[in-house]
């Protein structure tokens, strides 16, 4: 499906390579809790494999706050947010719940920051693939999660 959306965007003159945000239907955002409930894997130290490919990895420990935990957290609402032909990664980075500070990690439900759908969207302008788009807009230099870079330079 995103292949043919981008073949009728460029036909239609159009220089963009970001999608237009879908977002339809219901779901329920996961919280901290639910974690369990999921039926996840675990990784060696027990955490939540949300994510793994070539040796890197999102995992989460629902009992952890930092800025990486919060990270996870925001990756848990766009997987769980996620459904193709419902709503695609932009709809769900425009729809998740947001953070209402600067330390998500110390919220008590899963958020992603403001920026986030900014973040995303610069990316898949940039050119970068949707799902590689989602993880270095929540992981990658700049990381659109407040505190976490400075929390993976070891200074928070």
């Not at 965007?9 to 639910?34: K, T």
């Not at 027990?46 to 919060?70: F, H, K, Q």
């Not at 929540?138 to 070891?154: I, Q």
């Amino acid at each position: 499906m995103f292949l043919l959306l981008l073949t009728l965007s460029c036909q239609d003159g159009s220089d963009s390579l970001v999608e237009d945000a879908v977002y339809s239907g219901d779901w329920v955002a996961p919280s901290p809790a639910d974690l369990e409930d999921l039926d996840l894997p675990l990784n060696e130290e027990g955490d939540y494999i949300l994510y793994e490919d070539g040796g890197v990895g999102l995992y989460a420990d629902p009992t952890e706050r930092s800025p990486m935990s919060a990270a996870a957290g925001c990756a848990a609402l766009i997987v769980a947010c996620h459904e193709p032909e419902l709503r695609n990664l932009r709809g769900c980075f425009e729809h998740v719940p947001t953070c209402s500070t600067d330390e998500p990690w110390q919220e008590d439900a899963y958020c992603c920051d403001p920026g986030c759908a900014d973040g995303y969207v610069t990316l898949r302008e940039e050119g970068l693939e949707p799902a590689r788009a989602a993880t270095d807009t929540l992981l990658g230099e700049n990381s659109c999660m407040p505190g976490l870079d400075a929390w993976l330079e070891g200074s928070l």
